[in-house]
């Protein structure tokens, strides 16, 4: 079966760092760009940061730009979320998800985590 | 960054009605465009890729069309099932930007 667990979120104070973590398994994790999406509490999607394949480009939102860091171990199938001086708007369920590969036939994510939620607060 | 603007932000409808949401990118993205479905208190789901391909299991009454900066997600026949929410996705390059999100309801 293919799957993402998601793990690492808690509880923060503001400017503090958290970890998130997101076991693959099921698949070829090393063969798929990987995301964080994250969905603050009653509000929409947010795309959050991309990681290629070899973990050799990265992109991200500016809304996390120089805070966060996406990362990857595929001899762990594994994928994970470095998140520093955090803040009160970063509160949210956070996602792992597989990101297909983008042609002009081909693109969407497809498999999403459970989504493990992440609390920013004195 | 390219925006995507969905509209409307929430509709109700009967069962069995023919459904429409619209989204639309700020610059062309030619047909990068995925939708997703989103019931509540479950994860986003995807529905169709490429703007108009349905991905595997989803039913035939989900469609999609448009290109470039204009793009449609059309339910054929509204079932009780399809209660959630809808967002847009661009993915022709990062930011990998989502749409605000339709909720659509069953009157």
């Known amino acids: 079966e293919v799957q993402l667990v998601d793990s690492g979120g808690g509880l923060v104070q503001p400017g503090g760092s958290l970890r998130l973590s997101c076991a693959a398994s099921g698949f070829s994790f090393s063969t798929y760009w990987m995301s964080w999406v994250r969905q603050a509490p009653g509000k929409g999607l947010e795309w959050v940061a991309n990681i290629m394949q070899d973990g050799s480009q990265k992109y991200y939102a500016d809304s996390v730009k120089g805070r966060f860091t996406i990362s990857r171990d595929n001899a762990r199938n594994s994928l994970y979320l470095q998140m520093n001086s955090l803040r009160g708007e970063d509160t949210a369920r956070y996602h792992c998800?597989?990101?297909?590969?983008?042609?002009?036939?081909?693109?969407?994510?497809?498999?999403w985590g459970q989504g493990t939620t992440v609390t920013v607060s004195s | 960054d390219i925006q995507m603007t969905q509209s409307p932000s929430s509709l109700s409808a009967s069962v069995g009605d023919r459904v429409t949401i619209t989204c639309r990118a700020s610059?062309?993205?030619?047909?990068?465009l995925a939708w997703y479905q989103q019931k509540p208190g479950k994860v986003p789901q995807l529905l169709i890729y490429a703007a108009s391909t349905l991905h595997s299991g989803v039913p035939s009454r989900f469609s999609g069309s448009g290109s470039r900066t204009d793009f449609t997600l059309t339910i054929s026949s509204l079932q009780p099932e399809d209660v959630a929410t809808y967002f847009c996705?661009?993915?022709?390059?990062?930011?990998?930007?989502f749409g605000g999100g339709t909720k659509v309801e069953i009157e």
């Open positions: 610059q062309d993205i030619s047909n990068y």
């Open positions: 998800a597989r990101v297909t590969e983008r042609t002009e036939t081909t693109g969407g994510t497809d498999v």
């Open positions: 996705q661009k993915y022709d390059s990062a930011p990998d930007t």
